[in-house]
């Protein structure tokens, strides 16, 4: 049904984004587009109406000229591991999005949702995008679409889904290797993509992997963490502004 | 009838539930449901075997490994980076992970193409037949040469560090025209640089990944200067050593907070321009307090000290120049906008700190730059004795394609003969360098015969040229204009004839060596499907008419195809027996040193060849840079002494050397009160290839907002204009007019007008044409006088409100 | 001409000129039917919509016609409920069918609107077989739609009183029967009503992410719950009281006596007193206790269209003051104040639903967010406009035709 968290596994997927590392080229927004069939048009600057799974910030300090500075700050879905439910799945009538609560991913049921958009209400990140047309590529364009990630119609939600369809075949795998299939890592897109490796993945339980490292590092914020959604992607930097900006504490 | 109570509740019990109990709404309502799921109109990608391609990535010069994952074998829908490549390690940047869509563009030529009506008309271009096109271009060219004018011929190729550009070369030498041009690159700067200084007609290297302390003049280091994916993995390195302390310091001196400078730990706002003055400033405060490697000038550098010319008469060197007050901190300080206690502050570090290395160049649109700053940049290497074997300059190798004593052997970039401009009257240039605007500006005005036939390969000269309408001037001394694109860009609309290049991935490509990258590096990118149009490979057509054309063409061009010259290339790498191939992960090959050889792990050119096609790059150890210097007097030289005999007043001293020597922009100061720079992202392609949609998706709203593009500009210099932000607003430049909206930005310089480049097509699709303006119909060429090249730095501007 | 239609005894407007009037609101509802299909087949791009306001015009005027319509089971609750215990109450009955009549046609408006804001409106019927225990969503769908059939229900014995219709003898008993079971009716609404009323509070309530909407509360339901029920009910029977008075003055006659308004005010001051009591507890404790431990500051939630003068307009000029001057029989006693006073009161209620939505949205949260504009289009306007013309349409044909008004002949005596 709406899985509430009551049992967890020893697997939460989490991300650390190292945004002193991230030089801004925007790969991971255009990885994570290319793999997951992400919709485009014409015209995509009104950026309300434009979906990207990694949205990407400009954060700047401020400053006047020459003490001016900013930072780029790449968002995918947070995840959410608030006790017992995402604010996303707490509220949506009829399922569509739950979390996995073995992997700790928030999915999304395309052909259930009925596009209330309850959850993009709820969501303060802004992660969660609504298909406000029907999606349409040019004809050339149609044979690029992977048939690993079902295609979208008009009139539902979509997010980030920390490339779920990648973890499936990540534990199909383990799986057939006779490997518990809780064992099984994988790397998504963006992760993947990023070329100076700002972002790294993996299971935020495991505390020798390097995304728990992180999150535990001295330069490591979430934003807004006082929210109480407990989200699952981690950010660093050096920059005091960035931390101030990016989590308010006070 | 009676009605009771009772009547009257079975009545409606009975309706209500006996149409419940029916299947008819449960059905409807389920069935529709599922009608909503699967509507015809969403496609539904077929399913299929998922299978792996290595290859590598040749939509830029960076050399990146990539796989690309195929379903059944026929369609490709994904781009990765290689994990086990040691350029790219896995990563990718935004262009190659939307590369498909170049593949699968709806704006590509599906066959040849030939203008039946006036030259640009779009509706006039009818298909054609290879053979039909290919016999009348034979024809043309075969005339041409018997009449004894091959010089009609020209090409204008983007292809560098390739050998696609070696091709072109034994054409063009073998059928006897010197008309063979590049569009424009930092690297042409480099190599003149290193010409000058080291004798070798070579690009420059530096060894970053050792670097501790990175001084850079405007380069753009994260933004694509050199090689993308090379330099992301260096700056990786810099931040390491977590808790905020970087394994290197990186100062960025440049006008606006690009996002090298904001990733920098040091950033230095200069006044647009005066970056070279700031270096020679550095310069004066390393030579006046003794900061400088004495021991390693005084050996093996010329030009420092006094030097005596071919004349033999004495000149002053560097030392001389860099002491004279115009380089004095203050004197500097009034110019740059750099204060005193600063340029002394990093002169200081630099000479002090181990490592320290100084970078210079453009970003994405890389343009050669002022010959005289780019020396005195370099000049800031020397003294910090980078030139030592195993130091932080070098040079970048070439490939052994032949063994070491033939002399026909053609460099990583090369190297193509020029029309020799200072034999046409009323032009003087000293030196050689890539002369496409001086041969461009001859041909306009007259004073070389019109061509009769021009080729443009890889390239959208009518767009991404800057200063473009030079390009579009000049094609009116055209007769006939072969445009070799596989994409309807701007100038394969001007052309009269289009004989379609294989897009990307569709062919055989290789990668010769890359931009500033100190150890030596090929790699060849085997093709991921079979060419989806009827499309030939560029390589294939010259080689085409080189055997139709017969006599010596043919016979110096005598392979069959492409991929065979590319075997046959191979071939001469294996026989080297220099190099290996990185076919295991985690090579670091900045480990690699000049004196320390390889041994190779091919047993020959069919084993390299497998293996490089199974997408391994090979590899061979950096040039020991002391040993390669060539120059007359066997030292680094830091005058110019080749510039003796060339034509040049050298009366002045200074000319030999590096000093600061602004090339003037035209325009009355009062007229255009500001200065207008344009600039680039990696996140938005900007030279031959269009902004696909995936990455356009990615523009900041302040960037381009609907068709409109915005410009930076400060809020103290947009407010006195009555402009605030998202004001419509009128550009004007000596150049053009043109309309954009203002962004306001602290990282703008006061005074400044930035631009960002790569937008403003006119062709192409409703993805990418008439979004914003393009900055190359804006922007001002200034022609170096010493090289002839083309540079581009800042163009006087006016923006008043629209 | 279609006297025999018309109830006895009483005059109503010749036929031509109810037709042109009934032509205008056709029009109307034409121009927002138009607009809802184009919205269905051309989808919500048509809309000032965007990922930054999922909820927008619809939601608001669903939520604020909702509240107002809340005088049907609230007036219900009072006279078929209450008024044995308070016989005061039973002064209601000559105001409940008209009560009934305005809670039919805010609902079913309301939920016409609904169709077009979900993206896929043919699978709405998920919310029943794929329901989530935990939204308030599905308890809105569940109870909006069991209360509409309520409302249909006690719809119709109202209309069968139509004089000709109740000629037909099985149709007179059929809704005479139904006339007899109406309190079972009026109480199943209640209940339905009341939870879902609540839980239109509680959509907005539970956004524990979203500061501006979150509130604590207590078991499964946040003070927003019962905020919206007590907000509703302090203006609904309000809300009637404004249509009985807007149809007298249309019509130039009497349809109640002053004691229902003056019943109405009293009800309605009282309520209204002590929600805005709890209202300004509860915006006390959200400003100086919840937003602080979600890392906000009251002055994050104001900026720009969205003002503190919402805030003012909402608790002070359409609450505390309505409040006392509706309490105060002095002040009750002038028409224009009472009327005035429940027309600010139903104002003050579209407020409050506009700021929990539309308002709870813009409020950025992240700190390096920005605030944005919501803008409807005329794609929205339309039909919101369109079921307002619905709602006045099918009350005027139910005057006309239906004998609403128990006192309507005595008040109005022939000359």
């Given amino acids: 049904m709406s899985g509430n968290g009551h049992s967890q596994s020893g697997v939460r997927f989490g991300m650390a984004i190292d945004l002193d590392r991230c030089t801004g080229c925007m790969a991971c927004s255009v990885a994570c587009q290319a793999e997951n069939n992400v919709s485009f048009r014409a015209d995509e600057s009104d950026k309300l109406r434009s979906i990207t799974w990694l949205e990407v910030y400009h954060l700047q300090n401020g400053k006047e000229y020459p003490d001016y500075q900013f930072t780029y700050l790449p968002r995918p879905c947070m995840h959410c591991d608030s006790p017992h439910h995402s604010p996303c799945t707490f509220v949506c009538p009829v399922n569509a999005t739950t979390r996995d609560e073995v992997s700790g991913i928030v999915n999304h049921i395309y052909p259930r949702c009925i596009g209330c958009r309850y959850c993009i209400v709820a969501c303060p990140y802004h992660a969660r995008d609504f298909n406000w047309w029907d999606p349409k590529w040019p004809k050339s364009m149609e044979s690029m679409l992977s048939p690993e990630v079902s295609t979208r119609m008009r009139g539902v939600v979509e997010k980030c889904t920390f490339c779920h369809h990648r973890l499936l075949k990540a534990r199909s795998k383990a799986y057939l290797d006779g490997i518990d299939p809780n064992e099984a890592t994988y790397a998504p897109a963006c992760a993947e993509a990023c070329p100076t490796k700002a972002i790294t993945f993996g299971n935020l339980l495991d505390p020798e992997s390097a995304v728990a490292k992180l999150s535990k590092d001295p330069r490591a914020f979430r934003i807004l963490a006082k929210l109480n959604t407990e989200p699952k992607v981690y950010y660093l930097s050096k920059h005091q502004w960035v931390h101030k900006l990016g989590d308010n504490s006070f | 009838m009676k009605f009771g109570r009772r009547a009257f509740l079975q009545f409606a019990a009975g309706a209500v539930g006996g149409t419940l109990l029916s299947p008819m709404p449960w059905r409807l309502a389920d069935d529709t449901a599922i009608w909503s799921q699967n509507w015809s109109w969403r496609p539904s990608p077929e399913r299929g075997p998922i299978t792996t391609v290595p290859t590598v990535c040749t939509l830029c010069q960076g050399g990146c490994g990539i796989q690309a994952r195929l379903v059944n074998g026929n369609r490709a829908i994904y781009l990765e980076g290689n994990p086990v490549h040691p350029i790219n390690a896995g990563g990718i940047c935004p262009l190659g992970a939307a590369a498909l869509q170049y593949l699968y563009a709806p704006y590509r030529i599906e066959q040849p193409m030939k203008q039946t009506r006036a030259r640009g008309e779009a509706a006039g271009f009818q298909p054609i037949s290879w053979s039909e096109a290919l016999d009348d271009l034979v024809k043309r060219l075969a005339r041409l040469k018997s009449e004894g004018t091959p010089g009609g011929v020209a090409c204008i190729t983007g292809s560098r560090w390739n050998s696609m550009d070696d091709l072109w070369a034994r054409f063009f030498s073998a059928y006897g025209s010197a008309g063979l041009f590049k569009m424009p690159s930092h690297s042409d700067s480099l190599r003149a640089t290193a010409k000058l200084a080291l004798g070798k007609d070579s690009s420059l290297a530096f060894a970053l990944e050792h670097a501790s302390y990175v001084l850079s003049f405007g380069a753009a280091l994260v933004e694509g200067w050199g090689a993308p994916a090379r330099m992301q993995a260096a700056f990786m390195r810099w931040q390491k050593n977590g808790a905020g302390k970087g394994a290197a310091k990186l100062v960025q001196v440049e006008s606006r907070c690009s996002m090298s400078a904001a990733k920098a730990d040091q950033w230095v706002p200069v006044v647009p321009g005066t970056e070279g003055l700031l270096a020679l400033g550095i310069a004066h405060v390393m030579v006046k307090e003794n900061l400088y490697d004495a021991d390693f000038v005084s050996r093996g550098v010329l030009g420092f000290e006094d030097w005596t010319d071919m004349q033999g008469k004495v000149r002053s060197g560097f030392k001389k120049i860099a002491l004279s007050p115009a380089y004095a901190p203050d004197q500097v300080a009034a110019r740059t906008g750099v204060d005193a206690a600063k340029i002394q502050g990093l002169a200081r570090e630099f000479a002090s700190t181990a490592n320290a290395v100084a970078v210079w160049g453009g970003g994405q649109q890389n343009v050669p730059g002022n010959i005289y700053h780019e020396m005195s940049f370099f000049a800031l290497n020397v003294l910090r004795g980078n030139l030592k074997s195993g130091g932080l300059v070098s040079l970048v190798p070439d490939v052994p394609f032949q063994p070491a004593d033939d002399q026909t052997a053609a460099s990583a970039e090369g190297g193509a003969p020029q029309i020799k401009l200072g034999s046409v009257p009323g032009t003087r240039v000293p030196l050689p360098g890539n002369g496409i605007y001086g041969f461009l500006d001859i041909l306009t005005r007259g004073m070389i015969p019109p061509l009769e036939v021009l080729f443009v390969h890889d390239a959208n000269p009518a767009y991404s040229l800057p200063e473009n309408k030079i390009f579009k001037a000049a094609l009116d001394k055209v007769g006939y204009v072969v445009s070799m694109s596989p994409y309807m860009d701007e100038t394969a609309m001007t052309a009269d004839l289009i004989l379609p290049n294989h897009a990307a991935f569709e062919g055989f490509e290789d990668v010769v060596g890359l931009p500033g990258v100190p150890y030596a590096y090929y790699a060849v990118s085997r093709p991921i499907l079979k060419p989806r149009k009827d499309t030939k490979h560029s390589g294939d057509v010259v080689l085409q008419l080189s055997k139709a054309l017969g006599g010596n063409v043919a016979a110096a061009l005598p392979w069959a195809s492409y991929e065979e010259y590319l075997k046959n290339r191979v071939n001469a790498l294996a026989a080297s027996k220099r190099g290996a191939v990185a076919d295991k992960k985690d090579i670091d090959l900045s480990k690699l040193q000049s004196s320390v050889s390889v041994s190779p792990n091919f047993k020959d050119g069919t084993d390299l060849w497998k293996k490089l096609t199974g997408g391994f790059c090979w590899y061979d150890v950096p040039v020991d840079v002391r040993s390669a210097v060539d120059t007359d007097s066997g030292k680094i030289e830091l005058a110019f002494r080749a510039i003796q005999g060339k034509g040049l007043n050298v009366e002045d001293d200074q000319v030999y050397l590096p000093h600061f020597k602004p090339l003037p922009p035209s325009g009355d100061e009062k007229e255009y009160p500001l200065l207008l720079l344009s600039y680039g992202m990696l996140s938005l392609s900007c030279e031959n290839l269009a902004n696909p949609p995936f990455m356009t998706k990615t523009l900041w709203d302040f960037v381009l907002k609907k068709n409109d593009l915005f410009v930076e500009v400060n809020p103290a210099t947009a407010g006195p204009l009555g402009m605030i932000e998202g004001s419509k607003a009128v550009l004007k430049t000596p150049q053009g007019e043109v309309a954009v909206r203002v962004h306001l930005s602290q990282a703008a310089r006061p005074g400044a007008i930035y631009m960002p480049q790569g937008l403003g097509h006119t062709a192409y699709d409703e993805f990418i044409q008439g979004k914003g303006v393009n900055s190359n119909s804006v922007v001002e060429v200034q022609v170096d006088p010493i090289t002839g090249m083309g540079t581009v730095w800042a163009t006087r501007a006016q923006l008043r409100r629209a | ?415």
């Fill in chain 3, 1 to 415: 001409m279609d006297k025999a239609l018309i109830p006895e005894g009483v005059k109503r407007c010749p036929l031509p000129a109810f037709a042109l009037w009934v032509l205008v609101l056709l029009g109307v509802i034409g121009w927002g039917v138009y607009a809802g299909i184009m919205v269905l087949l051309k989808a919500l791009n048509l809309t000032g919509l965007n990922d930054y306001f999922g909820f927008g015009l619809y939601i608001t005027v669903d939520l604020a016609i909702i509240a107002l319509g809340a005088g049907a089971f609230f007036s219900g609750f009072l006279y078929y409920g209450l008024s044995r215990f308070f016989p005061a109450l039973k002064e209601l009955h000559k105001i409940i069918n008209l009560a009934v009549i305005v809670g039919f046609v805010c609902y079913t408006g309301a939920l016409a609107v609904l169709l077009l804001e979900i993206g896929q409106p043919i699978r709405g019927w998920f919310g029943y077989w794929h329901a989530n225990v935990h939204s308030m969503l599905t308890e809105v769908i569940f109870c909006i739609t069991c209360y509409a059939i309520v409302l249909v229900i006690e719809y119709v014995p109202i209309v069968l009183e139509n004089r000709k219709l109740s000629e037909i003898k099985p149709l007179r008993l059929f809704g005479h029967n139904l006339h007899e079971l109406m309190a079972i009716f009026a109480l199943t609404g209640t209940f339905l009503s009341f939870f879902h009323q609540g839980s239109l509070g509680g959509v907005a309530g539970v956004l524990f992410a979203r500061p501006f909407a979150y509130r604590t509360g207590f078991f499964i339901w946040p003070w927003t719950f019962f905020l919206f029920i007590f907000s509703a009910i302090a203006s609904g029977p309000g809300f009637t009281a404004l249509i009985c008075r807007g149809i007298e003055k249309v019509t130039g006659k009497n349809l109640v006596d002053r004691s229902v308004y003056e019943l109405i005010a009293k009800i309605v001051g009282g309520l209204l007193l002590f929600y805005i009591t709890l209202k300004i507890a509860d915006t006390l404790y959200w400003a100086l206790v919840l937003a602080p431990e979600a890392g906000l500051k009251l002055t994050d939630f104001y900026w720009g269209p969205y003002g503190i003068w919402l805030l003012v307009t909402e608790i002070i000029i359409c609450g505390v003051i309505p409040a006392i001057l509706l309490l105060t029989p002095k002040t009750r006693q002038s028409n224009i104040i009472m009327f005035s006073m429940f027309f600010l009161n139903c104002v003050g209620v579209c407020i409050n639903r506009f700021a929990m939505t539309v308002q709870a949205i813009a409020a950025p949260v992240m700190p390096f967010d920005k605030w944005e504009i919501y803008v409807p289009t005329v794609y929205e306007w339309a039909p919101c406009i369109a079921m307002v013309a619905y709602c006045i349409l099918i009350i005027s044909l139910s005057y006309r035709y239906l004998p609403l008004f128990p006192r309507e002949r005595e008040l109005n005596p022939a000359p």
